[in-house]
């Protein structure tokens, strides 16, 4: 299997991730998303309409954590050039995040993981922020690996074609000709509700396991990208302006 192809399964994978760290945060830290903010700003407006303090507190928590993770994914980018989008330095921002989920399990651990509720939501915040910045950077297909509206629209989007193409051809044909990015888009969509759904029935049953997932699965996406040097031979410039 090439890099490419590699590549293109560590993002549905990361869009698992993703999923799975929003069940988690919704489930376990006070029913606050922390990689989807589009539902974050939803609940914190609500909370904020109905004089919830704690649950506004939580929610901007994990908006600044967000937006934070962003800022510094984007520092640590720059302005690298790379013809697949998968520099060393995208690497960088999946260690720096593997780190910040290996501290969340290790806390959830923790006798005192209810007191530290609030630091383990700026944890998750801030990784799932760097997240979605570095997949943006990588750029595979359009796909958001937070954003699941952005994925469903595109999977729409490609829907419609195919109704357009069948006037003029026939299923099979129209199966081989539809392009490999339509079918990523589809996956995350898929992949991140499995997420959701895997790790909703863990934390019911085994909560400590759930949670040690996707440090795994983001832990094990960066030691391919590092074993295999991904972006290294195909990076072109760092832009000085």
Known sequence: MNQNHLQKYAMLLLCMSAGMVDVIGYLGLGHVLTANMTGNIVLLGIAI???QEFVVLRAL?????????NAIAAHVLGKVKIKN???????AVFTVESILLLLFAVLMLTPFSEQLSYLLIVLLA??????TTAARRIGVAGISTTVLTNNLAAVIEDAVSILHRLRHANIRSLVKALSTDAYLRAGAVVIYLGGVIIAALLF???PLVAVWV?????????????????GKELELHRNPE
Do not use: E
């Not at 928590?61 to 993770?69: S, T």
């Open 61 to 69: 928590l994990a908006l600044i954590g967000f937006i934070a993770g």
């Open 204 to 206: 019911h049953h085994v």
């Open 49 to 51: 309409a109905r004089a």
């Open 214 to 230: 996707p440090v795994l699965v983001i832990a094990g996406v960066t030691l391919q990208a590092r074993f295999t040097s991904w």
């Open 85 to 91: 989008g998968w520099s060393p330095q995208v690497t």
């Open 126 to 131: 801030v990784a799932m922020g760097m997240q």
